[in-house]
């Protein structure tokens, strides 16, 4: 009699208590490690992990965990794919620009092992979803990119018990832990409060060593591999600070606060609040906070400059930015304006712009208040000038 | 005595683009006041208009919270290095 052998399925998520042959082979360099072995790839065919964001750090994190045999992977992101994401994104290539980052990154992932189940959710992740998305996984990783939603995976994850593999980056630093593993602590023991809008610049505006993301989002995937498998020393009450530029990993302490309002002894939050206002802000791009500042249009400013009025041009980029494109105007990186406004002659209509046109509104507002009268913030920035007059500056 | 104080990326820009600066302190609040009256534009991001440190920014002796030690009254000893660490959320 010959052996019964299993019988292969396209799905190995069919058969979650063991492996097919072709799973066998596929994950051979796991099982023949014993810190993994078939007790470790059966835990990790039966695990259900949750990528919140599929940019730069899902990316690394998406295909590590597919490729690793996580048996259910949930991925959300509303975004679609653009140019200025391939310079990191790994999961995403050039023919992939406009379509939905969702579908792009489903069909990467289940290209690189079919063997997964890969749930998408085309969506942003709110305070009335959450909740239910989250409940069926067992794992949390957050690669989101603003701060609603990084307290928002935070309670949530508290309120349904779920650890949560955490990653941050600026620039080129990057910080990773795991928040909300029962006993230890979570975002908010860390972070009470997020900073003010506008305080902190965001990747699109502060930019991003395009391997970071790489190296953070990896991180993540192998703790989250570590949490399944149940081997090594996850980042549990410890805050891992990376930084590329020195090529140094640091470590600090991190506690659990006894006065967290959402883990803490006295909970008072018991269930997810409105985070944009929490955060400060409407929506996930923060508006200027500077109000009712005067505006010129790109248009305009290009009319009276072919009239010949006297304009000054002053442009509040830093120098790099200046490198990448300008309207040849007098450069005073918003951060100096306060000390080089004798450079400025107040008799003089100045129009001030930057890239989008946030920086420049609040220094059309610092400058008012320094008693300039004959001011403006161009509209839209270089951005909204490339757009509507001309079309051979670069946009960025 | 001297220690060192970090300075992350978010932040070096009101610090004459530094990583690390050297100051003389006995305590933490003395290595922060040293810091931020070299750097007067660090100030705002560091403490609120009440003076207190700021909640998306804390600042450890070592590996160690100073939430968890003696706040700004902790003391330092020759050679400790402090690490001012801002809540960044960048991802994509």
Known sequence: MPTKTKTVTASGAENAASLSKEEVLRYSRHLIMPEVGMEGQLKLKQAKVMCIGAGGLGAPLGLYLAAAGVGRIGLIDFDAVDFTNLQRQVLFGTSDVGQPKISAAADRLRNLNPEIQIDTFEAHLTSENALDILKDYDIVVDGTDNFPTRYLVNDACVLLGKPNVYGSIFRFEGQVTVFGYPGGPCYRCLYPEPPPPGLVPSCAEGGVLGVLPGIVGTIQACETLKLIIGKGEPLIGRLLLFDALGMKFRELKLRKNPECPVCGEHRTITKLIDYAEFCGIRGEEAPSTVTNIPEMTPTELKTRLDRGDDLFILDVREPHEYQICNLQGHLIPLGELSRRVHELDSSREIVAHCRSGKRSAEAVDFLRKAGFRKVWNLKGGILAWSDDVDPSVPKY | ?92
């Not at chain 2, 070299?38 to 100030?43: I, Q, R, S, V, Y």
């Not at chain 2, 160690?64 to 030690?69: A, M, S, T, V």
């Open chain 2, 1 to 92: 005595m001297a220690v060192k104080v970090i300075i992350p990326t978010p932040l070096r820009a009101y610090a004459g683009k530094q990583e690390s600066i050297e100051v003389q302190a006995a305590t933490v609040g003395e290595a922060l006041s040293g810091l931020t009256s070299k750097f007067g534009d660090l100030k705002k991001h560091l403490f609120t208009d009440e003076g207190k440190l700021r909640s998306f920014v804390n600042v450890y002796v070592n590996d160690e919270d100073i939430r968890y030690l003696q706040k700004d009254q902790t003391q330092v000893r020759e050679g400790d290095t402090i690490s001012i660490v801002p809540s960044i959320a960048g991802g994509s």
